[in-house]
């Protein structure tokens, strides 16, 4: 069953993750990868966040807040950079960030409506 709800949903990608697999090997890569995931979902929960889908260098969150959405956003480059400066990852990453309030529908684990696309279509453009 279907269940619409008022949410803000985020959208983060780490930017330059294939060229990041050139460089540094596909286990090089995932490991950083996943190191930086696991950074960023602590920040997503900090705030009240829950995430709802983490796949390859991308997770899918939702706040019942914006303004811990916002204030979210802000933390993961902080939290990212103070992992990079305490040797937790080997090198800076950027983020490329988006997120829309609205009524956001699930169904079966999965999420759909406007308010998904548009924070999708945000952190493309960011």
């Known amino acids: ?6 949410q803000t949903a985020l ?3 780490i930017a330059g993750s294939t060229r990041l697999t050139e460089e540094s090997g596909d286990v090089g890569a995932r490991d950083l990868l996943g190191t930086c995931l696991d950074v960023m979902e602590k920040a997503v929960t900090k705030r009240g966040g829950r995430v709802c ?7 899918l969150c939702l706040f019942e807040d914006p303004d811990a959405a916002a204030g ?5 480059h902080s939290a990212l950079t103070l992992a990079h400066r305490h040797g937790t990852i080997t090198r800076p990453v950027r983020l490329r960030i988006g997120f829309e309030h ?3 529908v699930e ?4 999420l759909y409506g406007l308010t998904v696309n ?3 279509r945000l952190s493309t453009l960011a």
Not at 1 to 6: F, L, Q
Request: glycine share 6%.
């Open 1 to 6: 069953m279907a269940r619409d709800v008022e």
């Open 72 to 76: 979210t956003a802000a933390d993961l």
């Open 102 to 104: 609205g009524v956001v």
């Open 11 to 13: 959208f983060v990608d």
């Open 53 to 59: 889908r983490r796949v390859g260098d991308e997770l």
């Open 118 to 120: 548009v924070a999708a």
């Open 107 to 110: 169904h079966e684990k999965e």
